[in-house]
Every structure is written in structure tokens, then in C-alpha cells.
């Protein structure tokens, strides 16, 4: 299946998806990798509010002066496994990355009914085409790995692992096994 | 012969100019091989896919903008003419100053930090420059550059065999690399990979073999006939672009051997994501 959907991501939207949709999503994001990762799970009270929220693992190029930001594609999800059941804990409701996840990824999702998608690796010039505007929301001091604010129009993503067990790369690579 | 001068100027340019369009022109032969595994895909999906990093190779092309925002760790190989007399400074600070100046003028991404294993503090130029220097005949001085990324980086992988291990072991060592790297490094991938010689020399002779026109077979019979075997074992694993299932989850399998010690069966795999960047400048 193929859906238009808008962020911050609702628990109805997150339980009709499943691994293997297309999605195209609207609405803002937040940045973060592995050192914002760390200090998110230190904090009481988050720079951005976490219910809902989407958290897009990416560290973009500089925006180039006439450019909103410069390429944006995803970084490998794996590194941030740690750090991910405490983030859905705080009512976060869809990861985007790439790569596989670890099991205890995948039960948290389904516990909180959260989404796992996955944006085209290696395709940040055509994905910063999608980012309509772009700030620094806070860690500026961690330049790429800052936490940014973007606000996205049609972000392609495909669902990985989606709330009720479904996981694409064990799926989609059984399929194709010889 | 005569010596022949070359400044530390033009080297410095010439880095500066190597950093900046290898990571927005994807090379014409990794183009035509992806477009080749879009029409050899049998998953709907994972043609949709490739189609998609076709699309972003020549909007980067296009808008002169980094295909990835991964724009990795730069790694030099040099070729210097024994007759190449280099002026007006130190060469390695040359290079370091042309990735300097090629990171910030061509708005790439610095990833390269200082205190691995504590701080971890952004060195904010992406320097120093990794060089690996060749002293070869004549007056010439051949920079070419591959802008490594971290995610196909890190599932590289070294394997000291045992002669008994054979062929079937070297096989089965670079199948399983591919297999545990699964979605990670970005597929559909380049398969780097080197037989032979000593631990750190076997790593570099994986990273070399990325380096060969796509697809080109292996400097001999016995050597293109194991990366045909090995290509077609890698896309029966079943992986696809991404990791979403499919039918090409490598474009090619580059190998390169090397004379081996009698007590060792040395491996190396260096995977390479699609965004298979590399140019050369001769001065």
C-alpha cells in the first residue's frame, strides 16, 4: 500500500501501517544520532515534545547559501538501538533510518505501537528536495549531530517493522533467498 | 630524465577540486550499473529504489550537491613519478589543506573526529587526509580520491584463514561478510575484496580493488572466475537494494591477490554502498 501521511504521527495511522508500505510523509521531524541520542535519554524535559514525534536519524550536509539544507539520507539505525526503547518510552511514534534492528527494537515498537521506517540510503540529495525549512533546535555545538527541526513535504520512507511483528528485511529477503 | 616540479599549490588545488566533485558526480560506469540492476531486479520495490538513486546521482549532478550526505573520511591514492620533484612545502600538509578548503567551500559534511574511544570532538575540516603513496616510473603525479563513508566502512571485515580453509573458505568468509552486513552498508553494493599477503596489506588491497571500472573482471582467469561465483552466490542471499528483498544486492565482486606467507590464508572485504565515489587528477 501506498499513504500520504502528516506528523506528528497518530496511533491510528502508526497500527494501519504495515512492513513493506510505501509512505509519504508531511509534517516536521526531528534530527538526532548517536551523541543527542545520549543526552535525550539524560533529560527530563525535551527540547521538542517527544508524544507523536518523529525522529529522523540523519546528519545533514551544510546548506549551501540559496539551499533550505544540504543532502539529508539516513544513517544505519543500529547505532541508536540502545538509547531506542527508553525514546518510544517517552511516546515517540516513528523512527526513520536504515538498517536492521534488534529484537529488543522490535518488541518496544510493538509494545508502543511505534513504526520503523526506512528513508533511501544514499539518496540525500534527491530526500533534501523534501525539507521545506530547517533549524537547529538544540546541541548546536554538535554540528551535524545537532538536533534539528525540519519541516518535511512528501518524505518517501518504506515500512520496515511496523507495530505488529512485521519486519520487511526478514520478509522481502526470504522472499528473494535462493 | 629531467626532474619535473611540482608546487604544493597545484597539489592543494588539485585535492581541494578532487573532494568537492567526486562526491557530486557519480562515476558514469557506477551509473550505468545501477541502471543495468534496474532492469535485471525482479522486486517491484527494489527497482522503485534504484530508480530512485538514479534520480538523486543526476539531481547531484545537476545541482552540484553531495550525492550522500555521508561524505566520508577522504582517502588518497597516490601514484608519484620517481622524476616528480615536490616544491614550496610538505606534500601530506598539502593534501590536508586541499580537504580543508574542498569540505568547506563545497559545503560536505566533516566526519572526522579526534578522540575516538573518549571525546569524540569534531576536527570541523575533515582532515587529516588518509594517503597511500606508490613511487612509479616517470615525471607524473596521479591523485585519485575515494571519499569513504561510515556505513559500508564498518562492515569491513579481516580473516586470517587457514591454508586448509582454501578456496571454499575464502568464499564462504566473503559470503557471510555480505550476508551479516545485510541492509547496513547501503546495497546495492561493491564487493572489495583482496586474497593474500599481510594482515594491513590484504585490507588495503580490498579497498584497492574498489577502485577498477565496475564490473571489469579480475587481472586473471582463476581470479574473474571466483568473482563470478562470488557475485552469484552474494545476489541469491537474497538482499536486494536496501536490504528490501531482491535479486541484485551487488553490482560487482572486485578482487585482487597477493603472494601469501606459507602458514596463512589472509582475506579482506571492503564493502562500497552504491554512492561508489572516486576521481583522478594527474598533474
Known amino acids: ?178 | 630524465m629531467a626532474i619535473r616540479e611540482i608546487s604544493c599549490d597545484a597539489i592543494r588545488a588539485a585535492a581541494a577540486q578532487l573532494c568537492i566533485e567526486s562526491n557530486c558526480n557519480l562515476p558514469a560506469d557506477v551509473r550505468a550499473a545501477l541502471e543495468r540492476a534496474r532492469e535485471a531486479e525482479r522486486s517491484e520495490l527494489c527497482r522503485e529504489i534504484l530508480g530512485d538513486l538514479l534520480e538523486n546521482a543526476d539531481i547531484a549532478r545537476r545541482e552540484h550537491i553531495p550525492i550522500c550526505q555521508d561524505t566520508g573520511l577522504t582517502v588518497f591514492f597516490v601514484e608519484l613519478g620517481q622524476d616528480v620533484h615536490i616544491t614550496g612545502g610538505d606534500f601530506r600538509a598539502a593534501l590536508d589543506a586541499g580537504v580543508a578548503e574542498g569540505y568547506t567551500k563545497g559545503y560536505l559534511r566533516k566526519s572526522s573526529l579526534d578522540l575516538p574511544f573518549s571525546g569524540r570532538k569534531n576536527r570541523g575540516d575533515n582532515t587529516p587526509a588518509i594517503v597511500y603513496t606508490d613511487i612509479v616510473p616517470g615525471d607524473r603525479l596521479k591523485l585519485t580520491v575515494c571519499p569513504k563513508g561510515g556505513g559500508s566502512e564498518n562492515m569491513s571485515a579481516l580473516g586470517m584463514l587457514t591454508p586448509a580453509q582454501g578456496r571454499e573458505g575464502v568464499k564462504r568468509f566473503i559470503v557471510d561478510t555480505v550476508r551479516r552486513a545485510g541492509a547496513n552498508p547501503c546495497p546495492p553494493i561493491i564487493v572489495g575484496c583482496a586474497v593474500g599477503g599481510t594482515a594491513e596489506q590484504c585490507m588495503l588491497l580490498a579497498k584497492k580493488a574498489l577502485l577498477r571500472p565496475v564490473g571489469e573482471p579480475g587481472p586473471d582467469a582463476e581470479v574473474a572466475e571466483l568473482e563470478r561465483e562470488l557475485l552469484e552466490e552474494i545476489n541469491a542471499l537474497g538482499i536486494g537494494a536496501q536490504g528490501f528483498g531482491g535479486t541484485q544486492t551487488a553490482l560487482a565482486v572486485h578482487m585482487l591477490t597477493h603472494p601469501v606467507h606459507l602458514a596463512s590464508l589472509s582475506v579482506a572485504v571492503n564493502l562500497q554502498c552504491h554512492a561508489a565515489r572516486h576521481m583522478s587528477i594527474t598533474l
Open chain 1, 1 to 178: 500500500m501506498e499513504y500520504k501521511l502528516t506528523l506528528p504521527l497518530s496511533e491510528e495511522d502508526a497500527l494501519r501501517l504495515r512492513s513493506g508500505d510505501r509512505v509519504l510523509l508531511t509534517g516536521i521531524v526531528y534530527t538526532a544520532r548517536d551523541e543527542a541520542h545520549e543526552r535525550l535519554c539524560a533529560m527530563e524535559d525535551w527540547p521538542f515534545a517527544p508524544r507523536d514525534a518523529a525522529i529522523y536519524y540523519t546528519g545533514p550536509c551544510p546548506a549551501p547559501p540559496e539551499r533550505v539544507i544540504g543532502p539529508v539520507g539516513p544513517t544505519t539505525s543500529a547505532r541508536m538501538d540502545a538509547y531506542t526503547p527508553t525514546v518510544l518510552k517517552r511516546g515517540v511514534r516513528c523512527l526513520i533510518g536504515k538498517g536492521q534492528r534488534s529484537e529488543s527494537v522490535k518488541a518496544a515498537l510493538r509494545e508502543h505501537k511505534a513504526v520503523y521506517l526506512a528513508a533511501t540510503g544514499g539518496a540525500g540529495a534527491l530526500l533534501s528536495l523534501c525539507v521545506k525549512s530547517a533549524r537547529v533546535l538544540a546541541f548546536p555545538e554538535l554540528g551535524a549531530e545537532a538536533v534539528h527541526e525540519l519541516y518535511v513535504e512528501q518524505l518517501p520512507c518504506t515500512v520496515i517493522n511496523d507495530c505488529c511483528g512485521g519486519d520487511l528485511y526478514a520478509e522481502g529477503q526470504a522472499a528473494y533467498r535462493k
